[in-house]
């Protein structure tokens, strides 16, 4: 499982660090401006195996990649139009349709003929990408994934996946961006999820095609691997690798044997652990959004919802009747304790308690 370190944004508007920056964190090229004086702006994001950025040139500007090699990649015209051409085929990427490229192809855009137009530019770590394709279908080795080179944004799973898409986008233009490794591994797990059933590719068939249903055998070690790991940035492809199923094998066999699926339960044993750190804690040295965002819960109005429907009441009201319980509880020890010694002190003083004394 990839590793998820809290997301990397970079901005910057100088010509060499915003190629310098590119070539690090997309793929090495040649870009070139119609005009001397040269203008960038470029704001980058890093989580994990997904590098995304918005580009935008002040004046017209040809871009050159020999081969993309470490990544899957798609790219958006947010607003205007920009050029694209991959291993031979031209495309006209717009808000509405995307550039789908390959590891082993290249890119050639133009555009930016107005100085105003932005690109969004998505990158998926080859590696991880091929492994999410394996661990949805089950499967030991897939290969290279042969991408259909367009994406039709405005229809159907196209759709679903720029919806996806768009919190990457408000992160990129400075809003608040998830910061926890557990909510960016169900992020990007979800995102890979919706390109693979959105693009058409070799695999496409299988994985629309009806699943096998995991044994009980099989739900138990998923069980047991999130208890174990409930903590960790978790994603359902993951859990289906650690049970030995394949994803949509796993999701059958919860609803079928669990009446709920993987994500869900991982969701209620979260709650279960920020409930039972917040009944034992005290107000003074817990918080309610501390335990939550140790339990991967990201959002604290969501989880205060789920929360609620869950046991009833605010998180607030477990950590503080919580404690309240317990400091009852205490008290009743100790008075419990201080009669029982006071009854024994009594039993010493009455005569012929002590020994030799009648």
Known sequence: ????????????????????????????????????????????????????????????????????????????????????????????MTRELGAVYRPDTDVRLRGWQTGTEEMLAIKLDRDSLELHLRQLLGRDFVGSIRLKPTLDL???????????????????????????????????????????????????????????????????????????????????????????????????????????????????VRLDRVHRDLVAGSPESTSVATAASFWGFAHLGRFASLYRAQYGELPSTTLREGYAAGFRSAQEEKHADDGQRHGAESDLQRPGAIPGVN
Request: with cysteine; proline share 7%.
């Open 1 to 92: 499982m990839p590793a998820y370190l809290p997301p990397v944004r970079l901005e910057t508007n100088d010509w060499a660090e915003g190629l310098r920056l590119s070539c690090r964190h997309f793929y090495p090229g040649t870009v070139t401006a119609s005009r001397t004086a040269r203008s960038i702006d470029l704001r980058l994001l890093q989580v994990g195996p997904l590098t995304a950025g918005i580009l935008r040139f002040g004046s017209e500007t040809a871009v050159e990649v020999p081969v993309l090699d470490s990544g899957y990649h798609v790219n958006v015209a947010i607003s205007g139009v920009v050029e694209s051409r991959s291993d031979g085929v031209p495309q006209r």
């Open 154 to 268: 405005r229809h159907g799973r196209g759709a679903q996946w720029w919806h996806l898409v768009e919190a990457v986008v408000h992160g990129l233009r400075g809003d608040d961006m998830i910061r926890h490794p557990q909510a960016n591994a169900t992020m990007v797990s979800g995102l890979m999820s919706a390109l693979l059933l959105a693009c058409d590719h070799q695999f496409r068939g299988e994985l629309d095609a009806p699943g096998k249903t995991s044994p009980p055998a099989v739900i138990r070690r998923a069980v047991d691997y999130i208890q174990t790991h409930a903590c960790d940035p978790l994603t359902v492809p993951a859990i289906a690798e650690a049970a030995g199923a394949s994803v949509r094998a796993l999701q059958a066999g919860f609803r079928i044997h669990l009446g709920t699926t993987p994500r869900r339960y991982l969701t209620a």
